[in-house]
């Protein structure tokens, strides 16, 4: 039976853990932070997720068989070229294919030489060049820091005077670093999500989702990680998918191969259906959170012979995935994305009738208690939209705690 390490301590390493622990060559998964959810499938380990000494040595010391990294910020601090220097198999991205999601300018690069269809675009360090730029633009305008910035260095500038303070912000105050800034021009749409295993020029598609980012209903209130995502879109046709996989993440797969740095993991496209067709938003070089949630229990095939065929380079089994749908509602602390407070006691868990998957909690004293931002996300999995959309809120409903806040109309782009 094969040992596992899984990287990472959220719902979206919780959602990895739990398709893991359906493999039947799997006999032993260990999670490094992990949470108090994983803790029910995995063995937690207390190492943080960019400690890429310790995790080398615990993963030497354990025998361990395969790694799977999930955050960005453990990609992009080498994690896979240490493993992979030490002869380990290593599910990831190298450092420097991670910069299809850690530098939004060598993104737009690849886009730009390649074909690969997105909006135009024009970088700057200097904050009165930005500026002139700006101003000289029709609005709204997209802002985004060239760097990681967790989630948070992309603002959408309604005018001047927001983008000035946004610009200020990120070249002035520096406040994600010193960097560089991305000015974008801004696209209309639905967003979506589309994530593939990809090893080299080999990819291999996943079911596309919706994620939800503003805090409250009506798509009102401020960015966050993610309110909650379904699958089954009505809104992209199978037409509309093709093109996607062919022209967008086949065709960024094969640039990246070209420019000496393949992908060897999961490339997530974060795109939008424009009047002028389908076109890139952003990527990240691992999976999204909170999509993974709702892709990966539809996955009826081993996710462990697709992690060690992209680890080792190897040919991998094609997936099967269920025709069904699912939907998951992320229930976050009163107050986030600003600030919250943390301890609060969370009862009826062993109510609900789907999944669970953590993300922000902690056991004290025997009791589960809040102890993050987004703290669980309740997913469905049903026949139709509609029939998961009952399910997850009556699963929601079971769950009881003082702290806890979440939206009431995901998927609505599905019923209007």
């Avoid at 063995?43 to 010391?61: G, N, Q, R």
């Amino acid at each position: 039976m094969k040992t596992v390490l899984v990287v990472g301590g959220g719902g979206r390493e919780h959602a990895i853990v739990d398709a893991l622990s359906r493999s039947p060559q799997v006999g032993k998964i260990y999670c490094a932070p992990g949470n108090a959810g994983i803790a029910s499938q995995a063995e937690c380990v207390p190492i943080k997720d960019t400690d890429v000494d310790a995790l080398k040595a615990f993963a030497l010391e354990n025998a361990v068989d395969l790694t799977v990294v999930g955050p960005e910020a453990a990609l992009a601090a080498g994690l896979t070229d240490a493993f992979r220097a030490a002869g380990m198999p290593v599910f990831g991205h190298t450092k420097a294919a991670t910069r299809i999601e850690s530098s939004k300018e060598f993104a737009k690069q690849i886009m730009e030489r390649y074909g690969v269809p997105t909006a135009a675009y024009k970088s700057f360090t200097d904050y009165d060049q930005a500026v002139e730029y700006v101003a000289a633009r029709p609005f709204p305008a997209v802002l985004k820091y060239d760097g990681l910035a967790a989630g948070k260095g992309v603002i959408i500038a309604a005018d001047l005077e927001e983008a000035k303070a946004a610009l200020k912000d990120m070249l002035l105050d520096e406040a994600f670093g010193k960097g560089k800034v991305v000015i974008e021009d801004y696209l209309t749409g639905p967003e979506f999500s589309f994530m593939c295993f990809v090893d080299g020029s080999k990819v291999y598609p996943m079911p596309l989702s919706q994620d939800h980012k503003r805090a409250f209903d009506g798509d009102k209130g401020p960015n966050t990680g993610g309110m909650g995502a379904y699958t089954g879109l009505p809104f992209i046709t199978e037409q509309d998918r093709i093109y996607a996989l062919e022209f967008i993440m086949q065709r960024t797969a094969h640039a990246m191969v070209t420019e000496g740095c393949p992908l060897s993991g999961v490339l997530y496209g974060g795109l939008m259906k424009t009047p002028q067709g389908i076109k890139v938003i952003e990527f990240n070089a691992r999976f999204g959170d909170p999509e993974t949630e709702v892709v990966l229990p539809l996955l009826d095939s081993d996710i462990y012979d697709m992690f060690y065929s992209v680890a080792t380079g190897t040919p991998a089994k094609p997936l099967e995935w269920s025709n069904d749908v699912t939907m998951g509602v992320v229930l976050a602390s009163k107050g986030y994305p600003g600030s919250y407070q943390k301890g609060f006691e969370i009862e009826g868990c062993d109510q609900v009738k789907g999944r669970i998957f953590h993300m922000g909690t902690k056991c004290q004293d025997g009791k589960l208690m809040t102890a993050g931002g987004r703290v669980m996300m309740c997913v469905a999995r049903a026949a139709s939209i509609a029939q998961a959309r009952d399910a997850v809120y009556a699963d929601v409903a079971a769950i009881r705690c003082a702290n806890l806040f979440y939206r009431n109309d995901i998927a609505h782009i599905a019923f209007e």
